[in-house]
Structure formats: C-alpha cells, structure tokens
Nanobody
Framework: VQLQASGGGLVQAGGSLRLSCAAS????????MGWFRQAAGKEREFVAAISNSGRTRYSADSVKGRFTISGDNAKNTVYLQMNSLKPEDTAVYYC????????????WGQGTLVTVSS
C-alpha cells in the first residue's frame, strides 16, 4: 500500500483547505483510512478516519463540526475537508491505512504541512 498526501499550505484563521490522500490499488475498499497530525514538539494525534465501507466515520473532538473525511473509491483517494481553521490546527498531516481487523495503522503517507496564521 502506497499513500501520497497533498493539499497542505498556508491559510489564514477561519479559512479552509482540502487535503487529499491518493492510495495505490483498491485500498479504500479494503482498509480503514485515517488522518493524523503532528504539531511541532507534540505527539502525533488522531484526526479522523473512515471505514472501508465508507459508511462509518470517526473524528477527534477537537475537529468535530469543522473537519470532514470522505473517500472516492473510483479515484482511490481520501479527502480531509478542513473548515474554520484555527492556528492550533497547524501541523504536518499524515494519511494512514490499516486493516479493519487490526488496531495499528501499518501504512503511512509522507505528510503535508498545514500552517494556519492568526
């Protein structure tokens, strides 16, 4: 499984960005896809995930109501729509994949930097 994240950039507080994660093969229909982020000097944290069926979505309390995860099986791409961005959302964002029967994410993309200015 290969994952390629893109879409990061610099945005003002209150703005929006959409991150994309292009996956190899039929990853979205097989794996649970997740987004994580890591701010400078902090541990990596969970942001959102979507089941391999696409019917179930999870998100961290810190982004609920602002971020939305979605998937396009035809394009084998997962998206993270980020609205009402805050300076504390500044981080490197990573997409990841795991098999539904496992708890650990085994496959990771390279990360894309999101910077939110105040």
């Amino acid at each position: 499984v290969q994952l390629q994240a893109s879409g990061g950039g610099l945005v003002q507080a209150g703005g929006s960005l959409r991150l994309s994660c292009a996956a190899s093969g039929r990853t979205l229909s097989t794996y649970i896809m997740g987004w994580f982020r890591q701010a400078a000097g902090k541990e990596r944290e969970f942001v959102a995930a979507i089941s391999n069926s696409g019917r179930t979505r999870y998100s961290a309390d810190s982004v609920k109501g602002r971020f939305t995860i979605s998937g396009d099986n035809a394009k084998n791409t997962v998206y993270l729509q980020m609205n009402s961005l805050k300076p504390e959302d500044t981080a490197v964002y990573y997409c990841a994949a795991r098999k539904p029967e496992l708890t650990n994410y085994d496959y990771w993309g390279q990360g894309t930097l999101v910077t939110v200015s105040s």
